[in-house]
């Protein structure tokens, strides 16, 4: 399965972008889907996740009310749309799904990666 992420760019402090993920197959498989977010030198981390079939959703503290997950599980499909974008949002954002368990930790599959720039 193949993670393909679009829709990221550079937008002004307060601003905002959607981030799609298409996976290429159907995703039934798939536990919980979401977004991690790396800066160089830093690890991955976890923006948010939700639960393909439960719906349950998490997000990071920094992301909370700015964030939104969302999923079309019919086109195979995932989104976050991003509000108020601030400067230290800025990173390379990936897309990424769990097939062993729900919870956004020890994802097994990884898209390419798609760059937010914020400017102050």
């Known amino acids: 399965v193949q993670l393909q992420a679009s829709g990221g760019g550079l937008v002004q402090t307060g601003g905002s972008l959607r981030l799609s993920c298409e996976a290429s197959?159907?995703?039934?498989?798939?536990?919980?889907i979401g977004w991690f977010r790396q800066v160089p030198g830093k690890e991955p981390e976890a923006v948010s996740c939700?639960?393909?079939?439960?719906?349950?959703?998490y997000y990071t503290d920094s992301v909370k009310g700015r964030f939104t997950i969302s999923r079309d599980n019919a086109k195979n499909t995932w989104y976050l749309q991003m509000n108020s974008l601030k400067p230290e949002d800025t990173a390379t954002y990936y897309c990424?799904?769990?097939?062993?368990?729900?919870?956004?930790?020890?994802?097994?599959?990884w898209g390419k990666g798609t760059q937010v720039t914020v400017s102050s």
């Open positions: 990424t799904a769990n097939s062993r368990a729900t919870i956004c930790n020890g994802m097994d599959y």
């Open positions: 939700i639960g393909v079939k439960n719906g349950v959703t």
């Open positions: 197959e159907f995703t039934l498989d798939f536990k919980a």
